[in-house]
């Protein structure tokens, strides 16, 4: 028996085919589990899932920060950090553009969540 690791298995999160049969039809493999779940747990806060559908429907696909702070009833620092996690999870890029830093949805991703979670594929399969 060797002591070498399994090979890691590197899941494109930019890729345009899925990285896994929709969680309904198949067991989520380990690896992938791994690499997505941050995602999700970004996008459980409601106030981050809010920011996500902000950005992600925004004119011309990017969002200021100085559109996003005031629909919120809370502190700039707070929105900065919900801001940050979600970059963190790599579900948003941003760019700083003198004093303002804009958000981008990084849609890779965000079609690896939802092949997911899709049902239909894996109720017709």
């Known amino acids: 028996m060797s002591n070498?690791?399994?090979p890691l298995?590197?899941?494109?999160?930019?890729?345009?085919?899925?990285?896994?049969?929709?969680?309904?039809?198949?067991?989520?493999?380990?690896?992938?589990?791994?690499?997505?779940?941050?995602?999700?747990k970004a996008l459980g806060d409601p106030v981050r899932l809010q920011l996500m559908s902000m950005i992600a429907s925004a004119d011309g696909g990017e969002a200021c920060v100085c559109d996003l702070t005031p629909a919120f009833d809370l502190t700039g620092p707070t929105i900065s950090h919900h801001l940050k996690t979600l970059r963190e999870a790599g579900l948003v890029d941003s760019e700083r553009r003198g004093t303002w830093v804009y958000y981008r949805a990084r849609p890779g991703i965000l079609r690896q969540l939802a092949a997911l979670l899709n049902v239909e594929s894996a109720a017709t399969a």
């Open 9 to 40: 298995t590197v899941i494109d999160l930019n890729a345009e085919t899925p990285c896994c049969p929709p969680l309904a039809k198949s067991r989520v493999p380990a690896e992938t589990a791994t690499v997505l779940a941050p995602a999700f």
């Open 4 to 6: 070498q690791a399994a």
